[in-house]
């Protein structure tokens, strides 16, 4: 359709990680790109990512300009044959993995983490990060194990590729199986990131965020802004203090952090449900390069993803974290998010109530400095309800309390 209305196109030769997509558009100075994957979701979620010219999300109001040029449903829409659209040079299939490449080469010393000695644990979860990792760090003295690397879309073993327990339990208990030092996770599309420790239990996403966030502070001596959607862990602030960098919220989704990235020349944007972008390479979650850096923390410090997780918490204190995720039908949403906004508790599982944020959702602010978020999903018939706390006894009284508010 895109050759047919005279717009060249490049097209991938093979399914292709999204952050190598994402670069691509960099590489080949294109005006955006088109990524039809189901991400961390099931097959039947199969839709479109658009990506602007700089690699990035399209902004929220940029999604509503393509929407509204939509054409009605039997509209006619000229298309031409791929085979002839190939011939005519509208259309050509390309390898984008050297570019890809050549930018994770600048980003993190490869050949150090290959040599390193370490036995790693990856986890594709039957996606197209199949083969990657392997492939940038395999050859040394670093052995690298993959599991579920190849395509599957019943997905054994988990839910869905979407890299969080109990989808990636498989992996830990491998690496405990194998004795390795880490697990290193890619979702679907290989835009999220997943970690393990050498005990097998899972990194959480709050965590990873504040271990990636001090590993370019303090390891590569990096200063720029911080990024993060409200979800996320308050760690960050801290860190931000500490180091004497700004931290910017936004709301949940990298439509609004692709876009303040770019605005203020962040070092690092993320989101709470595994997605990091890298200030230097491009404004996309990138699974791939996440667990490099992670890799290289421990090459760095010689120390164990534990032991990191314990460096992390030894600067800001230790943070505790938990997501429930409760279908909801569609009738249910409007009651549900009146009584939110109507919502004015003192006392969250004991804790007061300090501040309310209606960005995303409806976030209460709680006196420990942790915080319970209730929102819709963006993408799923769901509300999540998350939380963050310094006290561990109380996530699960804080999300019970969640539960309780919003139930209709």
């Not at 093979?14 to 997509?21: G, H, L, Q």
């Not at 030092?181 to 290989?190: F, K, Q, R, V």
Request: proline share 6%; glycine share 10%; charged share 25%.
């Amino acid at each position: 359709m895109l050759a047919a209305n005279n717009i060249k196109v490049w097209l991938t030769d093979s399914a292709t990680p999204t952050p190598t997509i994402a670069f691509a558009v960099i590489a080949k100075r294109a005006s955006g790109a088109i990524n039809i994957t189901a991400s961390h979701n099931p097959p039947q979620d199969n839709g479109f990512k658009v990506r602007g010219s700089s690699g990035g999300a399209v902004d929220p109001e940029g999604l509503k300009q393509i929407e509204a040029n939509i054409p009605p449903k039997g509209a006619p829409i000229p298309t031409v044959d791929l085979d002839r659209a190939i011939k005519q040079g509208l259309v050509e299939r390309f390898d984008p993995s050297a570019e890809y490449i050549e930018s994770i080469r600048r980003q993190v010393e490869l050949e150090s983490i290959a040599q390193a000695g370490l036995r790693v644990m990856v986890d594709a979860m039957w996606g197209n990060g199949a083969g990657w990792l392997p492939r940038l760090i395999g050859g040394g003295k670093t052995e690298v194990h993959e599991i579920h690397n190849t395509r599957n879309p019943i997905f054994p073993e988990m839910r869905r590729p979407e890299p969080i327990p109990p989808n990636v339990d498989a992996g830990l208990r491998k690496t405990v199986e194998l004795g390795c030092d880490a697990c290193c996770i890619t979702d679907g599309d290989a835009d999220r990131c997943g970690f393990g420790d050498e005990h097998g239990r899972f990194v959480n996403q709050l965590q990873v965020y504040g271990l990636l966030a001090l590993y370019l502070l303090e390891i590569r001596g990096r200063r720029g802004a911080i990024v993060k959607t409200l979800s996320t862990t308050s760690m960050l602030e801290k860190l931000g203090q500490l180091y004497g960098v700004p931290v910017h919220e936004t709301g949940v989704g990298f439509k609004y952090v692709a876009p303040k990235m770019l605005e203020t020349n962040a070092m690092i944007g993320g989101e709470e449900s595994g997605g990091f972008a890298f200030g230097g390479h491009v404004p996309e979650r990138d699974g791939i390069l996440a667990n490099l850096f992670l890799l290289d923390f421990m090459v760095q410090t010689g120390k164990k993803p534990s032991q990191l997780v314990e460096l992390l918490f030894s600067k800001v204190g230790a943070h505790y974290y938990d997501r429930i995720d409760s279908p909801i039908d569609a009738a249910q949403r409007e009651a549900i998010k009146a009584k939110l906004a109507d919502a004015k508790p003192t006392h969250i599982a004991g804790l007061s109530v300090v501040g309310k944020n209606m960005t995303d959702g409806y976030k209460f602010m709680l006196a420990d400095g942790g915080w319970l978020l209730i929102r819709m999903s963006g993408t799923e018939p769901l509300m999540r309800i998350y939380c963050e706390t310094t006290r561990e006894h109380l996530v699960r009284p804080i999300l019970e309390d969640g539960a309780a508010l919003a139930r209709v």
